[in-house]
C-alpha cells in the first residue's frame, strides 16, 4: 500500500470513530428527557472508549444538528436537547443551498406540497383560524398594491401550517419555498403572476378551504398554482 493510500485509510478510520461515537451520543440523548446531562467530556471518553478529542468531534456534529447543548463552568457538561423547527430548516437549507438542484425542480416540489398543504388546511374545523382566514381574505380582496403580495402571501402560508399541524410537512414545505426564494427561479416567477391573476387564484383557493373542501381545494390549488408555475417554468416540457 503506498502513502498516499495509507494516509486515506487512516482518515476514514478516524472518520469512521468519530460517527460511530456521534451515534452513541444520539442513543443517550433521545433515550433520556429533554434538557438531561448525558455526561462530562472525561466520562463520555472513558465510556465510549475513545479519546477526549473524539468526543469533542462527534459532539461538534450533534452541536449542529441541534440535538445537544455544551455547558462550561460550573455544571457544566454535555446536555441533551430536541431539535426545534428552525434547527431542522436550517440544517436542509444548507444542505440543499451546497448541493443545489435545478430551480425548475424547486419550484415543481414546491407547488405540488402547496396542493397537498390547501388540500389538508381544508380538512381543518378550527373556528378561530378560519376567522383569521377569512381577515386574510378580505385583505387579499382589497389589495391594490403588488409589493404587498409578498407578505400577504407569507400570511397565508402561515395560516394554512397552522390548520395542517404537521410538523414535518410544515418542514418541507417551509424548506422548498425558502430555497426557491433563493434561487434564480424566484425572481424569474415574479413575472409569472400579475396582481389581479393572483388574488383571484388565492381567494378561490381560500374560499375552498373555507368550505370545507378538500378535493377542491387542490383542484384550485392545482389550477391557481401549479398549472401556472408549470407553464411558465416549462415544468411540464417534454425531455424528449
Known amino acids: 500500500m ?13 472518520r469512521n470513530v468519530v460517527a460511530n461515537a456521534a451515534e452513541a451520543l444520539r442513543g443517550r440523548i433521545f433515550a433520556r428527557p429533554a434538557g438531561e446531562q448525558i455526561g462530562s467530556l472525561t466520562t ?23 440535538i445537544l447543548e455544551v455547558r462550561r463552568g460550573p455544571g457544566g457538561g454535555y446536555y441533551g436537547r430536541r431539535p426545534g423547527l428552525a434547527d431542522l430548516e436550517r440544517m436542509l437549507s444548507a444542505y440543499l443551498y451546497s448541493e443545489p438542484g ?16 390547501c388540500a389538508t388546511a381544508a380538512r381543518c374545523d378550527d373556528l378561530a383560524i378560519h376567522a383569521e382566514l377569512r381577515q386574510l381574505r378580505a385583505e387579499i380582496a382589497s ?10 402571501e407569507t400570511s397565508l402560508q402561515d395560516i394554512l401550517f397552522r390548520m395542517v ?43 375552498a378551504i373555507l ?24 415544468l411540464n416540457d417534454d425531455p424528449a
Do not use: Y
Open 143 to 152: 389589495c391594490e398594491d403588488a409589493s404587498a403580495l409578498g407578505g400577504l
Open 102 to 117: 435545478s430551480w425548475r425542480e424547486v419550484l415543481d416540489i414546491t407547488s405540488l406540497l402547496f396542493n397537498q398543504l
Open 165 to 207: 399541524s404537521q410538523p414535518l410537512f410544515e418542514l418541507l414545505t417551509r424548506v422548498a419555498l425558502g430555497t426557491a426564494r433563493r434561487s434564480e427561479g424566484d425572481a424569474m416567477l415574479h413575472g409569472a403572476f400579475d396582481l389581479g391573476q393572483w388574488k383571484v387564484g388565492r381567494l378561490k383557493i381560500i374560499d
Open 44 to 66: 463520555l471518553a472513558r465510556e465510549l472508549g475513545v479519546g477526549i478529542v473524539t468526543v469533542q468531534q462527534a459532539a461538534r456534529i450533534l452541536e449542529h444538528e441541534g
Open 2 to 14: 503506498d502513502q498516499a493510500a495509507a494516509d486515506r485509510q487512516k482518515r476514514d478510520g478516524k
Open 211 to 234: 368550505h370545507r373542501d378538500p378535493a377542491l381545494a387542490r383542484f384550485e390549488a392545482d389550477r391557481q398554482n401549479r398549472q401556472i408555475v408549470a407553464a411558465f417554468c416549462g
